[in-house]
């Protein structure tokens, strides 16, 4: 195997890594983008060649996993049809918070006062994880001026566990960062979402920017 075709299936199954976490987090639109980088053209076709690769079990499973997005999502037009919610309702549930070059992030209301968040590094390299990490330690320990301090379980070998604590003390974001590049975690708002909304995109547009730059390595 030459070099260049490890580093094409090495892409291959970091595209198929990224387009999982997005299915996770609900950021559909994007999965099925990154997912349509990796099928054949006619790819709704099953084919019965046994894959012979890393790069050829990525394509398979992209195509499987491209297949089974089209069929829920013509399912699931039939049930808006039928029920008839509002389409702008739909289309909001559907967009990233924060839709950044290192990171993208999804939120949905889980109380009154919290949020749900599910998100992802969208450069899986070990290399650029690793200074993900090291650069929020960094920060935990120095106290920085992006306010992440640790909690509890800071510095778990499956990931990084940090809490982040606007200026106003009135968010409140508790997070696990993972090995592979997933982030989940709840944010608390006072007095609830709905009236700190302008402040919690703020907030996370400051996440990204210090996720941006430590996959910089500024």
Same mark, same amino acid.
């Given at each position: ?5 490890? /580093?094409?299936? $090495? ?20 999965? /099925? ?6 099928? +054949? ?5 099953? =084919? ?12 398979? $499973?992209?195509?499987?996993?491209? @297949? ?22 739909? %289309?909001? *549930? ?15 209301? *889980? =109380?009154? /006062?919290?949020?749900?968040? @599910? ?7 070990? #290399?650029?994880?690793? @200074? ?5 330690? =960094? ?7 992006? =306010? ?5 379980? #800071? !510095? #778990? ?5 940090? +809490?982040?604590?606007? /200026? ?5 974001? @508790?997070?696990?960062?993972? %090995? ?13 979402? !709905?009236? !700190?909304?302008? #402040?919690? %995109? ?17």
């Amino acid at each position: 195997m030459t070099e260049r075709q490890s /580093e094409e299936e $090495t892409k291959a199954v970091e595209h198929l890594l990224i387009a999982d976490f997005a299915m996770w987090a609900g950021d559909v639109q994007y999965a /099925e983008k990154v997912l349509l980088k990796l099928v +054949r053209p006619n790819f709704m076709r099953r =084919t019965r060649i046994v894959p012979q690769s890393p790069q050829d079990w990525a394509q398979r $499973t992209a195509e499987a996993r491209l @297949r089974q997005l089209y069929y829920c999502r013509g399912r699931d037009r039939k049930i808006r049809v039928d029920s008839n919610p509002s389409m702008d309702d739909q %289309r909001r *549930a559907q967009q990233p918070i924060i839709a950044s070059d290192s990171l993208r992030v999804m939120c949905y209301l *889980a =109380t009154p /006062e919290s949020l749900m968040v @599910r998100g992802y590094l969208t450069d899986l390299d070990p #290399a650029n994880i690793d @200074r993900i990490f090291a650069k929020l330690h =960094t920060a935990m320990d120095n106290a920085s001026d992006f =306010t992440v301090n640790p909690s509890e379980s #800071a !510095k #778990a070998s499956s990931g990084l566990a940090f +809490r982040q604590v606007s /200026e106003s003390r009135q968010i409140v974001g @508790r997070f696990q960062l993972s %090995r592979l590049g997933s982030l989940s975690g709840t944010i608390f708002a006072l007095p609830s979402i !709905k009236e !700190k909304q302008k #402040a919690i %995109r703020k907030w996370f547009f400051d996440l990204s920017q210090f996720i941006n730059s430590c996959a910089g390595g500024q």
